[in-house]
């Protein structure tokens, strides 16, 4: 089963750090092994498979989830809240391709050398109604070095977003891993509520975990911070990497 990072204390990459096995309820925590004789002695009913860690009480403070593990849903069950959300909606794209743009139109269109750079679409209609109410729709996305072909049709195509009122920014993936951000793709709706997605080994959307746990929030939040004061407009950002794609 695959484990998702959820959150560290430390500033320089090492322990501790916790981490969700999916599928599960279970959290694995990684830090420091006790070694201190006195503290082994006085274990209760340790099973020969059992190991102890040290980690600091600020770790499970902040980071520790608090209720159950959301189950798996359809992503068609957050579709209202691109409509309903109050402020802020923003998302964080990690992957190198997704399955639902080589699948669509607008990729045999790139493909061909055709200009995607403008057009319309349901998505597009409403950014631009949900922008004109006062609403922001935010993206960061993560670019390799060079960037990989699924990456540069998103650069290709997100001007039409950006005129629709979209602001979408670029984030090298080596920046990424120095902020140490998580690998995780998910939307954030108005710093309340996280709808993180699964996927599958061909870049398929299997659904989305949606929830409203405080921890799962406060990360997605910190996440959100870091990675938009880095981020690079995107019109910006073409233009530094044209040489590498």
């Not at 960061?140 to 920014?169: K, S, W, Y």
């Not at 108005?190 to 405080?214: C, I, K, N, W």
């Not at 910190?222 to 407009?233: E, G, L, M, S």
Request: proline letters at 5%; hydrophobic letters at 40%; charged letters at 30%.
């Amino acid at each position: 089963m695959a484990l998702r990072f959820i959150g560290t204390t430390s500033d320089e990459g090492d322990c501790p750090t916790l981490y969700e096995i999916e599928g599960t309820d279970e959290i694995l925590v990684q830090g420091d092994r006790e070694a201190d004789p006195g503290h082994l002695a006085r274990l209760r009913d340790v099973k020969p498979t059992e190991t102890f860690v040290r980690v600091p009480r600020s770790l499970l403070v902040r980071y520790a989830p608090r209720n159950q593990a959301p189950e798996l849903r359809p992503f068609s069950a957050i579709s209202h809240l691109f409509r309903e959300f109050r402020h802020t909606a923003w998302r964080l794209e990690t992957r190198r391709g997704y399955a639902s743009d080589r699948r669509g139109p607008k990729w045999t269109r790139w493909q061909a050398g055709e200009d995607i750079s403008a057009g319309t679409s349901e998505w597009l209609e409403n950014v631009a109604e949900q922008t004109a109410a006062g609403k922001r729709f935010e993206r960061v996305r993560l670019v390799d070095e060079p960037a990989t072909e699924g990456q540069r049709f998103l650069l290709a195509c997100a001007p039409a977003n950006v005129a629709a009122g979209e602001d979408i920014r670029n984030l090298t993936r080596a920046q990424a891993a120095r902020l140490r951000l998580p690998d995780d793709d998910f939307w954030l709706f108005d710093s309340t509520t996280v709808a993180r997605f699964a996927f599958d080994e061909d870049d398929v959307t299997l659904g989305v975990y949606v929830t409203e746990d405080p921890a799962e929030v406060l990360t997605a939040c910190q996440t959100r911070d870091a990675a938009w004061h880095h981020a690079v407009p995107t019109r910006e950002f073409t233009h530094g990497v044209a040489s590498t794609v």
